[in-house]
């Protein structure tokens, strides 16, 4: 008989385009990886990888097996979401993926409510990328993502997927102690027209936002310096490296360096749990959606 988590790894594989890749999303070393590919072709019979330059590739028979796997855990998803509607009961684990101001500011009081609430479930959090969430919430490697979009750059969804809103993340620009809009009730974005910004990475979904919305002002951002994280992006603001667009989700604790102006025209961005329809009856997805909803609720509070 074939083993499911071997069929997993296939799967992985054959998703993420490598052993190492898959490894990394299965949270096991390579080694694990090649032994598990390794028994599965001795329960086939077949070859199911084969060598491709340095990596490898799946062969027609394991392209053809990973398909059946794809089926195969995808009707033990749904297996798993008729038990537990059937019980009644939020109880087994819950994988979510989170992008990292939303792992900050929302995930640490939901948890605590859902290990307060529902002690039989175990709630597992990887901090993702929106469209890292949603590839893998699609694929089935999570159950639940919170992703965001923004009031004028939709974030498009992948069919086959239910949405619930959270909360409308407003976004203020943050400026260094001293700067000549310090202590203004409201800016409007072309004020900033001569400014440094300071961006989040190249080639991510809220930078190319930050550009898009610049440029639809007639201002072409002169982008000093790019930074990941909401601390190190205010460290560099605080320090006076320039400006930045800074939203509240998560943000705290402010530097003292760093004042907050709200924009004349108020910038949102949306944020967003996601799960799929045939998980939809599933009370584990219920009760995390309303814990994140509450936690929500005192964004900005």
């Not at 398909?67 to 009644?88: K, W």
């Amino acid at each position: 008989m074939l083993s499911l988590e071997r069929l997993r790894v296939l799967h992985a594989i054959d998703t993420y385009g490598s052993v190492s890749a898959a490894a990394d999303m299965l949270s096991v070393t390579t080694s694990a990886v090649s032994q598990q590919m390794a028994k599965l072709e001795r329960e086939t019979g077949q070859s199911l990888l084969t060598k491709n330059g340095r990596g490898v590739r799946l062969t027609d028979a394991g392209r053809l097996l990973s398909g059946h796997a794809d089926r195969i855990l995808s009707l033990v998803e749904l297996a798993h979401a008729d038990l537990e509607a059937h019980r009644g009961a939020a109880v087994g684990e819950l994988r979510t993926g989170a992008f990292p101001t939303a792992v900050r500011g929302l995930f640490p009081e939901a948890l605590t409510a859902l290990r307060r609430e529902h002690p039989q479930l175990r709630t597992v959090v990887h901090e993702l990328e929106p469209q890292e969430s949603l590839a893998r919430l699609a694929r089935g490697d999570i159950d639940l993502a919170v992703v965001l979009d923004w009031y004028n750059k939709p974030l498009s969804l992948p069919g086959g997927l239910a949405k619930a809103p959270l909360v409308d993340d407003i976004v203020d620009i943050a400026l260094p102690v001293g700067h000549r809009l310090e202590g203004c009730d409201q800016i409007e974005l072309d004020e900033l027209i001569d400014e440094d910004w300071i961006a989040w990475p190249d080639g991510g979904f809220c930078n190319e936002w930050l550009l898009f919305t610049l440029r639809g002002k007639g201002i072409e951002p002169r982008i000093a310096h790019h930074a990941e994280e909401h601390a190190t992006v205010l460290a560099l603001v605080a320090a006076g490296f320039g400006v930045a667009v800074m939203p509240r989700l998560g943000r705290d604790p402010m530097p003292g360096g760093v004042r907050i102006a709200p924009v004349q025209h108020t910038m949102r961005r949306h944020v967003y749990a996601v799960w799929r329809e045939d998980a939809d009856r599933r009370p584990a997805i219920r009760v995390a959606v309303e814990a994140l909803r509450r936690s929500a609720g005192r964004v900005g509070d």
